[in-house]
């Protein structure tokens, strides 16, 4: 699956942390199941508001503490790509 947010075309923005949020234990499942993460687009806060909606859906869905979710995140390796700019 894929998600989508758009932020700059509409009046009602919809981030990625929102689409993440909603379908957390989706998100969940399909890190479980090999999916790959790709983090495109503003060098600002961005990255990090992504990583943390990661972060609770790992929590949330696969019961492990903050820590250990993290350390989950950076342990997909090359399946998490962060690609931003200024």
């Known amino acids: 699956g894929c998600f989508i947010a758009c932020s700059r075309d509409q009046e009602h923005k919809y981030y990625v942390t929102h689409a993440i949020k909603e379908q957390g234990a989706r998100v ?4 479980e199941g090999g999916a790959f993460v790709y983090v495109c687009g503003s060098s600002g806060k961005m990255p990090q508001d992504v990583n943390e909606a990661l972060v609770e859906a790992v929590v ?3 019961g492990m503490a903050p820590e250990e979710a993290q350390a989950y995140l950076r342990g997909l390796g090359r399946r998490y790509q962060v690609e931003t700019w200024a």
Request: proline share 0%; aromatic share 14%.
């Open 60 to 62: 949330s869905h696969g």
């Open 28 to 31: 969940w499942r399909m890190l």
